[in-house]
Structure formats: C-alpha cells, structure tokens
Nanobody, 125 residues
Framework: QVQLVESGGGLVQPGGSLRLSCAVS????????IGWFRQAPGKEREGVSC????????YYLDSVKGRFTLSRDNAKNTVYLEMNILKPEDTAVYYC??????????????????WGQGTQVTVSS
C-alpha cells in the first residue's frame, strides 16, 4: 500500500512563504490522484489542491488560488505545495492524501483512501 509522509510545516509571519513536501512510497505518483487538505481546529477538513492524473488538471481551493502552487517530482516520488502570501486564516494542519480511484473520490471533499500524518502550519505575528 502507499505511504505518505508530510514535512515542511512551521511558524511563519503573515505574508511569508512555506513549502510543504509529501514523500510517497509504495507507488508511482501517476497511479494516484494526489493532493493537499487542511483542517483548522473545530472545522471540517477541506481540500486545498489536487492533481488529477487522468487529464493532467490541477485544482485549487478558491481562497488559495494565485498564492499556492502544487508541483511534483516524479523522480523523487514527492509532491510539493508552495504557499505564498500566507494569511492567518491559512493556519491549519495540512495533510497529503492520495486515491487510486481518481480525483472525484477525494476532492474537494476529503474522502481519499490514503492519508499522511499531517504537518502544522501556523501563520501569526
């Protein structure tokens, strides 16, 4: 089975940048729809960005469009989330997720089969 391990979270000031990494093992990236979700305290988990290998499309949560960028390095089996112009409302635990059934099963609702352990992102002065 596939395993996902996130890293790169931390404390940043508003307007700052951060890059999250998701190391994937057990499969090639092209075998799964893969992306990022986040969950703030007391709130439901929401989809942030996801790549659909079936058509090559990348989708983003409206509030992060233009600020966040999803990318991947197939040679390293790693998916990245570049986060720029961070805002306090971006504070949450960020999770990497994957699903061999396709993007429709996991985005924007967090119904993916496989999940990482999460990495905390805190945006504050």
């Amino acid at each position: 089975q596939v395993q996902l391990v996130e890293s790169g979270g931390g404390l940043v000031q508003p307007g700052g940048s951060l890059r999250l990494s998701c190391a994937v093992s057990g499969s090639t990236l092209d075998d799964y729809a893969i992306g990022w979700f986040r969950q703030a305290p007391g709130k439901e988990r929401e989809g942030v960005s996801c790549f659909d290998p079936s058509d090559g499309s990348t989708y983003y949560l409206d509030s992060v469009k233009g600020r966040f960028t999803l990318s991947r390095d197939n040679a390293k089996n790693t998916v990245y989330l570049e986060m720029n112009i961070l805002k306090p409302e971006d504070t949450a635990v960020y999770y990497c997720a994957a699903d061999p059934r396709g993007l429709a099963f996991m985005f924007p609702v967090g119904g993916a089969l496989y999940w990482g352990q999460g990495t905390q992102v805190t945006v504050s002065s």
